[in-house]
């Protein structure tokens, strides 16, 4: 069951790991079974469960294709219990999913893990994949947690912050000031010196009773930053994250984004962004569980394809990131990541669990 250590991190986890800005879900409802078939019915079963409704949400939404594309590889069925993220909801859908008898119950983000965990415990015979937050070990036998390695990514954007600022200053916003979010902040100014020597690093943080969705907040902060010269930005806020981009949106001034493609959010405004690619992660652990090579604990980064940045993803074209128009940088940061991949670059971890 999940440690006072884990419960310690949920604050930390919130949004950046599950939430986008303005990729909060809408429409749907709770326990909508959008459940698709791909193969045959005697092929194993897959029931992905999350914390809010998918709608246009892109990272719940990468979770559901990466469960589809398993059960179409395995001739198998993925089914979605769509809910929100209080206990109840929660509970019920995973009350659902136990009843059902799936081959395997993935599930994602700090809202789940402590109700992931006890579950586990509970029913000895059914397995459980549970990515974004995984706390202290041991585990149950039946339970795969993975976590992604998002200080890589970020140490890449920050190269690219680097080799395009003009001022010199690049900064970041961050939701609260925590290890978790120092794993992006940090390894972003990281990166940005590692390319420019001359450049110095501002993190300012929204902190307050609702710092992930706090956008009025945010743009401040974000506006302080620009004040003082620094030209690009760094938004770690979540849903906070479209005030950073108002700020960032004209005089000169690039936003970056988190966790999903947030380019088209500020057109022209926004020069790329890190991706959590769930999609690529999910049918990866799951070949690794069939085979019986998977660790109870495993991470996901650059090599894996677990993270990347768009302008390096495919469709990175279309994704309507300024970077695109610099397509030297653009080589340079998969020199970069690269480097990284091989072992020539090792980008610090602010929590100090990759390091």
Not at 4 to 30: P, Q, R, W
Not at 150 to 177: C, F, I, M, Q
Request: proline share 5%; glycine share 12%.
């Amino acid at each position: 069951m999940a440690t006072s250590k884990a419960k310690s991190k949920l604050a930390a986890i919130l949004g950046v790991a599950a939430l986008s800005l303005s990729l909060t879900a809408c429409g749907g409802s709770d326990n909508a079974d959008n459940g698709t078939a791909k193969g045959g019915s005697d092929g194993p079963t897959y029931i992905y469960l999350t914390n809010d409704p998918i709608g246009v949400n892109k990272f719940l939404e990468s979770g559901k294709i990466g469960v589809e594309k398993a059960a179409e590889k395995h001739g198998g069925t993925a089914k979605v219990y769509e809910g929100n993220s209080d206990q109840t909801s929660i509970r019920q859908n995973m009350d659902q999913a136990i009843a059902e008898n799936p081959d395997y119950i993935v599930t994602i983000t700090y809202s789940y893990t402590d109700v992931a965990f006890e579950y586990a415990e509970r029913y000895p015979d059914q397995k459980f994949i549970h990515i974004d937050d995984c706390p202290a070990g041991p585990y149950p036998s039946n339970m795969y947690c993975a976590v992604f390695r998002e200080h890589e990514a970020a140490y890449l954007l920050g190269y690219e912050a680097g080799l395009l600022t003009k001022s010199n200053r690049v900064g970041s916003v961050g939701a609260v000031d925590i290890p978790f979010i120092h794993r992006y902040t940090d390894a972003y100014a990281a990166g940005a010196k590692a390319a420019n020597p001359a450049v110095s690093d501002q993190q300012l943080f929204i902190g307050g009773d609702s710092p992930f969705s706090d956008p009025a907040r945010a743009k401040e902060q974000a506006s302080a930053l620009v004040a003082q010269g620094v030209d690009h930005i760094f938004a770690v806020a979540s849903g906070s994250n479209g005030g950073i981009f108002e700020a960032t949106g004209s005089g000169g001034v690039t936003g970056y984004g988190v966790d999903v493609n947030q380019c088209p959010l500020t057109p022209g405004g926004v020069g790329d962004g890190t991706l959590k690619l769930m999609d690529s992660l999910i049918p990866q652990l799951i070949d690794k569980i069939d085979a019986g090579q998977a660790e109870s604990f495993s991470s996901f980064g650059l090599a894996e394809g677990g993270m990347d940045l768009v302008s390096l993803a495919p469709g990175a074209a279309e994704s309507q990131c300024t970077v695109m128009d610099h397509p030297d940088v653009v080589a340079k940061l998969a020199e970069i990541k690269q480097k990284i991949i091989d072992g020539e670059i090792t980008p610090p971890d602010a929590t100090g669990k990759f390091n």
